[in-house]
């Protein structure tokens, strides 16, 4: 059995309440030695937070999704630094723009994010990614962040465009692939995956979401990561343990403080 990393997972969502522990079990029988569970609402932190300090295997992240822009209250870069600096924290997120659903107003999304990436150099680091319909805002606002030094993170559950790709990859991102990648009308997303190098790639699961073939339609958990990289390695021709090693140490080398 392979050892992976679910570098993306939303374990304090509702969805897992009946069955938390038996989904870390599962885990864990199928590989899935350390998972990232992502914050999505700074007022609920304490909830994503706890869950990483009650279990060796697991590290968090702090920050304000897309949706949530408009609703939460307003956090400066300096509240985000000092929440990061709890030893479970290792990355700041997820945040970004979501021009797709619109849920909250651009604009403020754009505050939002920006002030994430600020907390991102800040803290030293990384920060998580989301991007949907919004690759020109995205790029510019981590590109103004990139001229200021000091930035890293990952595009996460990736599926926008090359342009996007290369230019996150020319800041020195790296970029994960979910359980979209699996399904049958994501030809273009697999092409775009051919072209990122493999000690730039991650896998993870983003669930409760996006569960992959053969298991779309069922609510994710993290050990169906392994269904996503072995889809992967396939279509990269690589064997999955390498595939396995080669993410592994990805995120070992971007959330540093993960195995500080």
Known sequence: MVSLVDSHCHLDFEDFG???DAVLTRARENGVERMLTI???????????????????????????????????????????????????????????????????????????????????????????????????????????????GLTGVIHCFTSTQYLADAALEMGFYIS??????????????????????????????SPYLAPIPMRGKRNEPAFVKHTASFVADFLGLPVADLARQTTANFDRLFTKAVA
Do not use: M, W
Not at 108 to 135: C, K, N, Y
Not at 182 to 192: E, G, H, M, P, S
């Open 18 to 20: 009946a069955d938390f």
């Open 39 to 149: 914050c999505t609402r700074v007022t609920k932190f304490d909830q994503v937070l706890a869950i990483a300090a009650a279990h060796d295997n697991i590290r968090c992240t702090v920050g304000i999704h897309p949706h949530e822009a408009e609703y939460e209250p307003d956090v400066d870069a300096a509240r985000l630094v000092a929440l990061a600096k709890h030893p479970k924290v290792v990355g700041i997120g997820e945040a970004g723009l979501d021009y797709f659903y619109d849920k909250s107003p651009r604009e403020r999304q754009q505050q939002v994010f920006a002030t994430h990436i600020e907390a991102s150099r800040e803290s030293g680091l990384p920060i998580v990614v989301h991007s949907r319909d919004a690759d020109e805002d995205t790029v510019r606002l981590l590109q103004e962040g990139a001229r200021k030094g």
């Open 177 to 206: 692939l979910s359980g979209i990648v699996t399904f049958k009308n994501a030809a273009a997303l697999r092409d775009i995956a051919k072209t990122i190098p493999h000690d730039r790639l991650l896998v993870e699961t983003d």
